[in-house]
């Protein structure tokens, strides 16, 4: 059963716009929300989170929107930058510690 | 740097054989997880330990696979009987509490 989904495989964006990743959840028991980046060879990384009695967190350039009624949530980069280009997964975390990953979308932003 | 360092980083068996990777979190985390990833799929939740305690096994998780975190420190995961279907990207991962997970690099397991 997927409990996160990232219905995008891929999005490409121009240097300096906004690029919008979005993520719908089945689960109602999800705790957290969080974001991860993942270079090519590498572990994923941590870049946001929210808390499901939350709608919005902003860090810098990220901010993660969530709608709890429509459960989903997005991540906004404004700007995008070429070192933005990765795979971003979605991920909800269920009793204080199992995280549950999506598929991932690929970004890439075009210099 | 004191990361999450997983050894090997790469590992090419034979099927039927068994192979065992490691894991060292970081030093302060109590809380270690094991997650395996495929092409185009996100990491796989696999198990859970809380110090030497694996308090959560995933149903994907068959017998052929054991994790032991002894003396709550490293952790090693073992595959027994490989086969092809077990060819995935294994992470590990660590946490000190709360939500956010910090990952090794990972083992590239091909099982020919």
């Known amino acids: 059963d997927q409990q996160v989904k990232q219905n995008s495989p891929s999005l490409s964006v121009q240097e300096g716009r906004i690029s919008i990743l979005n993520c719908d959840y089945t689960?109602?028991?999800?705790?957290?929300f969080l974001w991860y980046k993942k270079y090519p060879a590498e572990g994923p990384t941590f870049l946001i989170s929210?808390?499901?009695?939350?709608d919005k967190n902003e860090d810098g350039r990220f901010t993660v929107f969530l709608n709890k009624s429509a459960k989903h949530l997005s991540l906004h980069i404004v700007p995008s930058q070429p070192g933005d280009s990765a795979v971003y997964f979605c991920a909800g975390v269920t009793g204080g510690f199992k995280t549950i990953f999506g598929a991932g979308t690929r970004l890439f932003v075009k210099a | 740097d004191t990361g999450v360092s997983q050894n090997p980083r790469h590992k090419i068996t034979k099927r039927g054989q068994n192979v065992t990777f490691r894991c060292d979190p970081i030093s302060e985390h109590n809380r270690l997880y094991w997650y395996r990833q495929t092409l185009g799929q996100g990491p796989e939740f696999l198990t859970y330990?809380?110090?030497?305690?694996?308090?959560?096994k995933s149903r994907l998780l068959s017998d052929r696979f054991s994790a032991e975190r002894p003396k709550g420190s490293f952790s090693t995961l073992e595959i027994q009987r490989t086969e092809q279907g077990d060819s995935a990207m294994y992470l590990c991962a660590s946490s000190l509490a709360g939500e956010k997970l910090f990952f090794g690099s990972g083992t590239q397991l091909s099982v020919l």
């Open positions: 929210i808390s499901s009695i939350k």
């Open positions: 330990f809380q110090n030497e305690a694996q308090l959560e």
């Open positions: 689960n109602s028991m999800f705790d957290y």
